[in-house]
């Protein structure tokens, strides 16, 4: 696993094989900051002291292909192998089925809470770490007109008496959904957006997004893509890969950076700002079987809050 870090050139990335997989079709191509309120005491909104001295936070965000029926059961073996290795304070999950939400609680319920967004078909799941994250509540957000079932996932936790709002989707697949991926992006953003100022958001997901795309709706001012803050590492820039990841064959080589995550810092005054450190794709790696553990590469994070 390669990782990138704040303030540090990545490598280059070395020539890949001729391969491929799927997801969502649209076209190619790759992809802003924020003004807060002031608080003369910011310790009381959060609830109290925040613990912090440059204190690291880590999130992964994988779409794991649930519906795909082939070496199932392996595939959701390697995923609980990934997520129990990098152990990350946050999980973000999409395409999720009941037969690969069963081998999760199974294998991480006693480390991790474990919220859904869904019963049926596929659907996303936020995995908390119990000795880090402190779940307050959490709900599922409509999103109305929606024709795959798709919502935003959110909740509202403690991570070292620091307030987070936790955010993660997958939002409408395909070309022919276009307007209706960016309606629901405009709902994301517009959710951050009214975050209490006091909060840190971290979003993240398969947002089957072109830069485009992204362009046309804008981000909201102090909103930022973590992999642009991050300086665009070319080895984390394409997450659905038909080139290199072939657990879907389909008839055109495609390169895009559908899975993404956003940050909106808390802004009040003397509440600290979580700052991205790294960035990291996983599932690289072929299983026993010859696939790779979902079509989308995992994209791992970790922070930093400074004071």
């Not at 990782?3 to 649209?26: C, D, F, H, I, L």
């Not at 190619?28 to 807060?36: H, I, L, W």
């Not at 038909?242 to 895009?256: K, L, R």
Request: aromatic share 8%.
């Amino acid at each position: 696993m390669e990782e990138v870090r704040a303030g540090q050139k990545p490598k280059k990335k070395a020539k890949k094989k001729k391969n491929t997989t799927s997801s969502s079709s649209t076209t190619n191509k790759e992809d802003k900051k924020a003004p807060g309120k002031t608080s003369e005491d910011a310790a009381a909104c959060t609830g109290g002291t925040v613990e912090t001295k440059d204190v690291t936070i880590s999130l992964i965000t994988w779409n794991v292909n649930g519906l795909d029926a082939a070496q199932q059961q392996e595939r959701a073996a390697a995923l609980c192998n990934y997520l129990i290795k990098y152990a990350a304070d946050v999980v973000f999950l999409q395409e999720v089925t009941k037969a690969f939400a069963l081998v999760l609680h199974k294998s991480l319920s006693a480390d991790y809470e474990i919220i859904e967004g869904g019963k049926d078909g596929t659907f996303t799941m936020m995995l908390l770490k119990k000795s880090r994250i402190t779940l307050e509540r959490s709900g599922i957000v409509a999103f109305p007109a929606t024709h795959m079932r798709r919502n935003l996932l959110v909740a509202r936790v403690l991570f070292k008496g620091q307030k987070f709002s936790l955010m993660t989707s997958q939002l409408e697949s395909g070309k022919a959904n276009t307007a209706e991926r960016k309606r629901q992006l405009r709902l994301v953003m517009l959710r951050i957006n009214k975050t209490c100022d006091d909060v840190t958001v971290l979003f993240g997901g398969d947002t089957n997004l072109i830069n485009s795309e992204v362009a046309e709706v804008g981000l909201p001012s102090g909103v930022y893509d973590v992999w642009d803050q991050l300086g665009k590492p070319q080895h984390c820039r394409y997450t659905w890969d038909t080139e290199a990841n072939n657990n879907v064959v389909i008839p055109s080589i495609c390169h895009y950076r559908f899975d993404r995550v956003y940050l909106r810092p808390a802004t009040m005054e003397r509440v600290p700002r979580l700052e991205p450190e790294s960035m990291a794709l996983l599932g690289l790696e072929k299983l026993e079987c010859g696939r790779f553990t979902s079509h989308h590469w995992g994209v791992y994070c970790t922070f930093k809050i400074h004071k």
